[in-house]
C-alpha cells in the first residue's frame, strides 16, 4: 500500500483555535516513520492553504436557514481536498488525511466517493450529525455526517454531499455525546450508531468487526474517520471536545487493526488533534501510531 499524507489545516468547524496545527504535530511526532515501519511507501503532499479564522466573517450562513459558521471557507476547504484525495486515489496512492477540525471529513469523504460506491465507519465520541437547524453551536465540525448524506438543509448541496455513500453503509462506533435533535436525525436515517455502551457490553473486536462488515457491504471500499476525541481523555488529551468515557489505548489500536485486516481501507483521514491542549504532543504521536496500525503494522 501507499500513502499520500495531506494536510487540511481547518479551525473554521470549531470555536477553540489551535486545531489547525494538527497536521504539524502529527507530522512532528512521526507520522511519516510509522508509516514507514508498517511497510507503507509515504508521499506528504503538504498542507492546502487554509485562511486564517480570525480574518474572515464567521457568520455567514448557507443553508439559509439555523446557523452554521464558516460555511464558505468550509466549502472551498472541501472542494480543495476532494481534489486533492481524488488525484490520490487516481495515482494508486490510499490517501490519509491529517485535520484540522472534522468538518475537513467532507472533503475527504467527497474525493473518495467521486468514482467509487464507499463505506465510512467514524470512530468518534459525537454523531456529527447536526444540521444548521439542529445545532446548539452552529459548529460545523458537528455536521460532516448530515453534510456528506445530505441531510436536513444539506439535501442537494453539492459541495457539501457525498452521492456514492449511501446510509446504510454508514457506522458510527463509540458514541458518547449526541444533541437531543440529533439524536432523532440519527434515530430516523439508515446509519447504524454503536455506542460506548455497546463496547462495554459486548467488547471493541465485536463491535468493529460488525461496523466493518456493515460499511464494507457491496461497496469499492471503506473510508475511516478517526476523531481523536473518540479516545478516553486520559489516553488523547490534546483533543477540543473531550468526552470521558472513550476507548482505551489498546481498544483504540484493536480497531485499527481489524480495518486493516479487511484490506478495504480506501481513505482516512485523523481530525481534532489540538497541539495547544496536548501534554507533550502525546495525542499526535498516538494519532501517528493508530494510522500506523490501520495501514498494517503489527507487533510480529
Known sequence: ???????????????????????????????????????????????L???????????YREPSEGRAKFLRETEDVAD??????????????TPLTLGGDHSVAIGTLRGAARDAEIGAVWFDAHGDFNTPSTSPSGNVHGMPLAATLGIGEFEGVEWANAPKLREENVVIVGLRSVDDAER????????????????DERGIRAVVDDALQIAGHGVDGVHASLDLDWLDPNEAPGVGTPVRGGVTYREAHLAMELLADTELLRSMELVEVNPTLDDSNETAGLATELAASAFGKTVL
Open 80 to 93: 480543495g481536498l476532494a481534489d486533492e484525495v481524488a488525484a490520490a486515489l487516481e495515482a494508486d496512492q
Open 49 to 59: 492553504p487554509v485562511p486564517r479564522a480570525e480574518e474572515r466573517d464567521p457568520d
Open 184 to 199: 432523532d436525525l440519527i434515530a430516523d436515517s439508515d446509519v447504524t450508531a454503536f455506542t460506548m455502551s455497546d463496547v
Open 1 to 47: 500500500m501507499d500513502a499520500r499524507i495531506i494536510g487540511a489545516p481547518s479551525d473554521y468547524g470549531q470555536d477553540r483555535r489551535g486545531v489547525d496545527m494538527g497536521p504539524s504535530a502529527i507530522r512532528y511526532a512521526g507520522l511519516a516513520a510509522q508509516l514507514e515501519a508498517a511497510g507503507v511507501d509515504t508521499e506528504d503532499a503538504g498542507d
